[in-house]
């Protein structure tokens, strides 16, 4: 299993453009997840998704769509870059529990983006 | 807002030294996660723990959590230099899970 990958590893933006971070796991889990994590700081959550149709909105969602169609792809678009979204960018899955309760979250090797 | 705050914000230890860990959060949870990122990498999982129960072990690594509180720790003991890393608490609650800042921890040969 590849588990979670991500790419790009590394991406530079022009501010006003647009892009797409890519996120798959092979591990059948429903629950999927974005983050930012800015230097010295912890992540925060940006988008979800339940399962394939269902994206919902976590702390940071500004300037920022997810879509889900399928259970193992789950995009995180940025519409227009803004040098506030220079960050790294984690994706996590997970299995669900019961009441949407989260189990162990496998994290993404990341995505360094600089907006200039 | 971060739900989740970690203290201390750093600590150095020697190795062989215990090294706790706390952290603090303000509403009502599911379950509460600690993870381990180190420098530049991704975050891997160390142990999750239910709203109902009180203390957990993996091998030198013991988490408690008191829900009366709002607070859970973690402690390494017998710390090595390659614990050396940052360690985040994760509180989940419906679905989103919201991280504190870490503790950036320091073990010294």
């Known amino acids: 299993n590849a588990g979670v990958t991500q790419t790009p590893k590394f991406q530079v933006l022009k501010t006003g453009q647009s892009m797409t971070l890519q996120c798959a796991q092979d591990?059948?889990?429903?629950?999927m997840s974005w983050y930012r994590q800015d230097p010295g700081m912890g992540l925060r959550l940006i988008h979800y998704?339940?399962?394939?149709?269902?994206?919902d909105q976590g702390e940071v969602p500004n300037g920022y769509n997810v879509s889900r169609s399928t259970t193992e792809d789950f995009p995180l678009r940025l519409l227009s870059a803004a040098p506030s979204q220079t960050s790294v960018y984690f994706c996590?899955?997970?299995?669900?529990?019961?009441?949407?309760?989260?189990?162990?979250?496998?994290f993404g090797p990341g995505t360094r983006l600089l907006v200039l | 807002s971060q739900q989740g705050e970690e203290d201390p914000q750093a600590l150095s230890i020697q190795e062989g030294e215990n090294a706790t860990m706390n952290c603090s959060y303000k509403t009502s949870i599911n379950n509460l996660q600690w993870y381990r990122q180190n420098s530049g990498r991704g975050l891997v999982h160390l142990i999750l723990?239910?709203?109902?129960?009180r203390e957990k072990h993996s091998g030198r690594l013991r988490v408690t959590l008191d829900t009366s509180k709002k607070s859970s720790s973690l402690l390494i003991t017998a710390s090595r230099a390659a614990d050396t890393a940052s360690y985040f608490c994760?509180?989940?609650?419906?679905?989103?899970?919201?991280f504190g800042d870490g503790t950036t921890l320091t073990v010294k040969p």
């Open positions: 723990i239910r709203s109902n129960e």
């Open positions: 998704s339940v399962g394939a149709g269902i994206t």
């Open positions: 996590a899955s997970s299995w669900l529990g019961g009441g949407l309760d989260l189990e162990t979250q496998y």
């Open positions: 591990m059948n889990h429903e629950y």
């Open positions: 994760a509180t989940d609650s419906v679905g989103k899970s919201t």
